[in-house]
């Protein structure tokens, strides 16, 4: 009970200093602009330019990374309304933080039908602001969650031997959540999870892509077989999966395996962003990347070995030009070799295999066989 108490107090003091951390910034930040306005200059904000022109790859940090180019935004004729809109923004932030609560996308952008001119027309406008306002807050290691704006969708599901310590928002009361005791069940993952915290003896996560293969493995009782813990991504993990990924891996210490699609989709869009992040989302890749995954399969390489080509089909015109740009585009690929051969491979089959193309073998062959296999071969995983 002492070694829980002390841990909650830690995570306790931890949020306070993030929080105190995001007050203090957007109070310069407003700070500076009423200064601005006093000496009868035009205030500006000094923003991170968010382009795939400004990312870079560092294979130590694992990562897409903004680099260091900014632009600015000063107040201007024909940028007062962004420039009202951020600073409005920024204020609900700060009222949200104080008061320790929350909006989410959508609510963000009904929030500001009550300011008159600067309101937004659409949501897109106010996820650009938001966006902005992120890109600041990442400078200082902050976070959209730690500014209190959360995303609509909340993450995947999850099952195996983890138990999530949780607190009741109501009460403060210490909750605890036995992922290996939900029956044909799961846990969902909520929409944050920065006061989460874990206790498990499992050897490994696995993040499975889609819904029904995780169903497959958990009606199953896989994890119990490899004393492991499931994760589905379903499709493009969002971002409290990936955020719960990364916290559980690093917390208890232990590797995360992908098993995805063996198409160009599942490598550069679903594995890269799980594992170093997007392009466009680089202000945030940091928080929300999982460095230490691999990519366990299904690859190219599986298609021959486990007789998959009459399970297969063919790759589309987007598939082939996917698979073009990661070769010739993406920095994550660019670094490593292993990468490139297994989508040169993949074009030269061209064809691609979904993860159910294992059941030609039987409904549980990837249980009894493919991911056995696999598993007594981890050095063969793909980085």
Not at 37 to 64: C, F, H, M, T, W
Request: aromatic residues 8%; hydrophobic residues 35%.
């Amino acid at each position: 009970m002492t070694d829980t108490r002390t841990e909650t107090d830690r995570k306790t003091r931890l949020q306070q200093e993030l929080d105190r951390k995001t007050i203090e910034l957007i109070d310069d930040t407003a700070g500076s602009i009423r200064d601005s306005i006093e000496r009868g200059e035009l205030p500006d904000i000094e923003l991170p330019v968010r382009s795939l022109a400004n990312v870079n790859y560092d294979a130590a940090k694992g990562y897409l990374e903004l680099g260091d180019t900014t632009k600015t935004r000063t107040l201007t004729v024909n940028t007062v309304r962004s420039f009202a809109q951020t600073l409005r923004l920024m204020a609900a932030s700060r009222q949200m933080v104080e008061s320790d609560d929350f909006a989410t996308k959508r609510e963000a952008y009904y929030i500001s039908k009550n300011w008159g001119d600067c309101r937004f027309d659409e949501q897109a406008e106010s996820d650009a602001i938001m966006d902005d306002i992120e890109a600041l807050a990442s400078m200082h290691g902050l976070s959209r969650e730690q500014l209190r704006f959360y995303p609509e969708s909340h993450g995947g599901s999850v099952a195996g031997p983890l138990t999530v310590m949780d607190t009741d928002p109501e009460t403060g009361e210490a909750l605890e959540i036995d992922c290996a005791r939900l029956g044909s069940g799961a846990y969902s993952v909520p929409r944050s999870v920065e006061r989460l915290r874990f206790r498990t003896d499992a050897d490994f996560i696995l993040a499975i892509e889609t819904g029904g293969m995780f169903q497959r493995l958990n009606n199953h009782r896989f994890w119990k077989k490899a004393n492991c813990i499931l994760v589905e991504m379903g499709g493009v993990p969002t971002r409290a999966t990936r955020r719960f990924i990364r916290r559980l891996s690093d917390e208890v210490d232990i590797p995360v395996y992908c098993f995805v699609d063996c198409d160009p989709y599942g490598f550069a869009n679903i594995y890269r962003t799980l594992k170093a992040g997007s392009g466009n989302a680089a202000h945030i890749n940091r928080f929300f990347c999982v460095p230490r995954a691999q990519f366990l399969g299904v690859t190219p390489q599986d298609i021959i070995d486990y007789a998959l080509a009459d399970a297969t089909h063919p790759l589309s015109k987007t598939d082939i030009k996917r698979a073009t740009d990661a070769i010739n585009n993406d920095p994550f690929f660019a670094a490593h070799p292993q990468w490139l051969a297994a989508i040169k491979q993949l074009l030269e089959m061209g064809v691609r295999a979904e993860q159910q193309a294992l059941a030609k073998w039987g409904l549980n062959y990837v249980i009894d066989e493919y991911l056995p296999r696999k598993l007594d071969d981890r050095d063969g995983f793909l980085p």
